[in-house]
């Protein structure tokens, strides 16, 4: 019943910093954990991080820790994905999905997705 909006992507340069929101509709973040993924074509998707329903914990990939955070805002329904330092590899299609398995790293776990958006790193 969760509807997810993802916006924020675009083309950065190496070293940019990039920040994405995902809105939710239709629910509340308040009963989910929130996590975010990424795709690129041909492969599967992957973790990027996670937020508990509380937003007192956070979990990464070891891809991107120490380069990506993530925040809530409850006023305005939305998690947001604050990525700096971008690398090309870090180049993908982004999306948000809820779970209410708590947080959790494999996409089974998530009940609810987006349909991401796009994030390109330039060299």
């Known amino acids: 019943q969760v509807q997810l909006e993802e916006s924020g992507g675009g083309l950065v340069q190496a070293g940019g910093s990039l920040r994405l929101s995902c809105a939710a509709s239709g629910g509340s973040f308040s009963a989910y954990a929130v996590g975010w993924f990424r795709q690129t074509p041909g492969k599967e998707r992957l973790f990027v991080g996670a937020?508990?329903?509380?937003?007192?914990?956070?979990y990464f990939a070891a891809s991107v820790k120490g380069r990506f955070t993530i925040s809530k805002d409850n006023a305005e329904n939305t998690v947001y994905l604050q990525m700096n330092n971008l690398k090309p590899e870090d180049t993908a299609v982004y999306c948000c999905a809820v779970s209410n398995d708590g947080l959790e790293t494999r996409p089974y776990h998530y009940d609810y997705w987006g349909q991401g958006t796009q994030v390109t790193v330039s060299s």
């Open positions: 937020i508990t329903d509380d937003a007192v914990r956070t």
